[in-house]
Every structure is written in C-alpha cells, then in structure tokens.
C-alpha cells in the first residue's frame, strides 16, 4: 500500500477512535458542539462527531446520599446536633434542567436542609424533638422536593438519623429517667406490698374462722360425750349432780395427767391428795344441790298465783 493510503487509513482510524466513546448504565452523556448542546448519549456505544462534538458532562441517574450535620436551638434553649441524610436521583427526562439549570446541586440541597431545620426544631421543646423527628424529616422531604423539582431533581427520601443533645444535657436526661424508673419501682413494690398484706390479712382471719370452727366442733364433741358419760352414770344409779362432779373430777386428772407429758412445762400443784380429791368432789356435790333446790324454790314461786 503506497504511503499516502497507509495515512490516510491512519485518519480515518483516528477519526473513528475520537467519536466513539462509551456509556456506563444508569448514566446519560451530554454532548455539546461548540459550546451548544445537541444531544443526550445513554447508556453502551455512541458516537459523536470528531473534534466538533464534545462529551461535556456524565449525569448519573443513580439514587444518591447527601449527609448533612445541622446544629440548632430548641424551643426550651437547648442546642442539639442533627444528622441529615437526604436520598435523591435526577430524573430521567430532566437531565437537561438538572445540568444546566443548577450549578452545585449538593449546596442547593444542603442550603434548603438548614433552612428547614432551623424553621421547624425551634418551635418544638427537646423531647418534642426526639418525638417528632419523622416530622421533621417530612418538612425537609416536602420542602426540597418542590426546590429541588424544578432543576429536574426527585427526593427519594429524608431521614433524621441521629440527634445528638449537649453531654450535660444527655446526663439530665439519663438521670430523669432513672428517677422515674425508680419512682415507678417504688410503686410497683408498694402495690406489692399491700397485696402481700391483704394477702395475709385474709389468710389469717380465715385461719381464725376455721380455728374457731374447730373450737366450736370441740366443745359440742365434748358435749355430746359428757351427755353420753352421764346416761351411762345414771344406768348404774348415779345421779346427774354426782356424775356430772365425777367427770369434772375425771377431767381434772386427766388434764394433770397431760401437763405431765410434756417434760419442758413447768408446773404448780396446790395441796392435791385423795382426801383433797373427795373434798372437791363433796363441795361439787353440795354446790350443784344448792343449785338445784335454788331453781326448785324459783320455779315454786312462779308458779303461785297471786289472791285477789
């Protein structure tokens, strides 16, 4: 091949390499001819026109992050620091708006951030704030996407990721709420507590009721065998007033006889020999006696009528 066609395939190699160029996926290419915008190149193999057209800018289509720290002055004076995290993408069919319209989208969208914070973390109180702040990142949300809709940019989303208050005022805060858990402690052990005693209240007074119950069964027990001991006394000619001061005397032996079991009691015996034992006994005897004539007399009186 003569020279002239070796340089001149050379050209037109050069020529091709210079107006190819390629795209990346979710990026648009901007081409410019002499200062002049002609055309939008997507995403693969282009081709522009060599040494005329230019590759002026890649707009990325990509969702992006733009953290921003805020600090600020709450209703009660106090300053905290906010994390703003704000997502956005450029849209589509506005990547012209978005290139030539906005010079740095990064300070429009963090200069409408501060102007929103500073408006609306004012007007709410410290724990208002930790409260509230989806609302705040919805204020910020709403404001930028009108702004920042008009240079061909989408808020995807605005989030409030982190509020940081003065460590003094962290430190009153922890301390607050330790106050109140203690507070809420105290009374959880109160109630607690009352339940225990009414618990307890109600456990006694129905182990006196059973306790007198069983005193009750006791002595009707006791009763009923001391009318049975006196019916069997009086089939073998025992009186009522003789029985009746044989078992008191029975009983009290017997109940000697109990103390006496327990080897830890301490006990005073007043004279207490046989000849004691029949002087009770014929003291009961003259005792029930009286008694009986007594309601004999009383019972002779009520019945006299009165003469008129």
Same mark, same amino acid.
């Given at each position: 091949?003569?020279? !002239?066609?070796?340089?001149?395939? !050379?050209?037109?190699?050069?020529?091709? +390499?210079?107006?190819?160029?390629?795209?990346?996926? #979710?990026?648009?290419?901007?081409?410019?001819?002499?200062?002049? !915008?002609?055309?939008?190149?997507?995403?693969?193999?282009?081709?522009?026109?060599?040494?005329?057209?230019?590759?002026?800018?890649?707009?990325?289509?990509?969702?992006?992050?733009?953290?921003? #720290?805020?600090?600020? @002055?709450?209703?009660?004076?106090?300053?905290?620091?906010?994390?703003?995290?704000? #997502?956005?993408?450029?849209?589509?069919?506005?990547?012209?708006?978005?290139?030539?319209?906005?010079?740095?989208?990064?300070?429009?969208?963090? /200069?409408?951030?501060?102007?929103?914070?500073?408006?609306?973390?004012?007007?709410?109180?410290?724990?208002?704030?930790?409260?509230?702040?989806?609302?705040?990142?919805?204020?910020?949300?709403?404001?930028?996407?009108? +702004?920042?809709?008009?240079?061909?940019?989408?808020?995807?989303?605005?989030?409030?990721?982190?509020?940081?208050?003065?460590?003094?005022?962290?430190?009153?805060?922890?301390?607050?709420?330790?106050?109140?858990?203690?507070?809420?402690?105290?009374?959880?052990?109160?109630?607690?507590?009352?339940?225990?005693?009414?618990?307890?209240?109600?456990?006694?007074?129905?182990?006196?009721?059973?306790?007198?119950?069983?005193?009750?069964?006791?002595?009707?027990?006791?009763?009923?065998?001391?009318?049975?001991?006196?019916?069997?006394?009086?089939?073998?000619?025992?009186?009522?007033?003789?029985?009746?001061?044989?078992?008191?005397?029975?009983?009290?032996?017997?109940?000697?006889? /109990?103390?006496?079991?327990?080897?830890?009691?301490?006990?005073?015996?007043?004279?207490? /020999?046989?000849?004691?034992?029949?002087?009770?006994?014929?003291?009961?005897?003259? /005792? !029930?006696?009286?008694?009986?004539?007594?309601?004999?007399?009383?019972?002779? @009186?009520?019945?006299?009528?009165?003469?008129?």
């Amino acid at each position: 091949m003569p020279p !002239f066609g070796l340089v001149l395939l !050379f050209l037109v190699l050069l020529l091709i +390499a210079q107006g190819l160029f390629t795209v990346k996926q #979710q990026t648009v290419a901007i081409i410019e001819r002499f200062g002049k !915008f002609v055309d939008f190149r997507r995403s693969g193999l282009q081709f522009k026109v060599p040494f005329i057209d230019r590759v002026v800018a890649k707009v990325n289509l990509r969702v992006q992050q733009l953290d921003v #720290q805020v600090e600020t @002055k709450t209703k009660d004076d106090v300053f905290v620091h906010l994390k703003v995290s704000v #997502q956005f993408r450029v849209i589509p069919d506005s990547v012209y708006d978005a290139y030539y319209k906005l010079d740095n989208p990064y300070e429009q969208i963090n /200069s409408y951030i501060f102007d929103t914070v500073r408006a609306e973390v004012p007007k709410m109180r410290l724990d208002d704030v930790f409260e509230r702040k989806d609302d705040i990142a919805h204020a910020i949300q709403d404001e930028l996407g009108e +702004a920042m809709g008009e240079y061909g940019y989408r808020i995807v989303k605005a989030l409030v990721t982190d509020i940081d208050p003065a460590a003094e005022v962290k430190t009153a805060m922890n301390r607050i709420n330790a106050a109140e858990r203690i507070k809420v402690a105290a009374e959880y052990e109160g109630e607690a507590e009352r339940i225990r005693i009414v618990a307890k209240a109600t456990a006694e007074a129905e182990s006196k009721r059973l306790q007198g119950q069983g005193i009750a069964d006791q002595r009707r027990e006791i009763a009923r065998g001391i009318e049975d001991s006196v019916e069997s006394l009086n089939k073998v000619g025992i009186n009522s007033q003789e029985a009746s001061a044989l078992i008191v005397v029975t009983q009290h032996y017997d109940t000697l006889q /109990s103390i006496g079991e327990n080897t830890g009691s301490n006990l005073i015996l007043l004279p207490n /020999s046989p000849n004691s034992a029949n002087d009770m006994l014929t003291t009961m005897l003259a /005792s !029930f006696t009286a008694s009986a004539k007594i309601g004999e007399l009383s019972k002779a @009186k009520g019945l006299e009528k009165p003469k008129k």
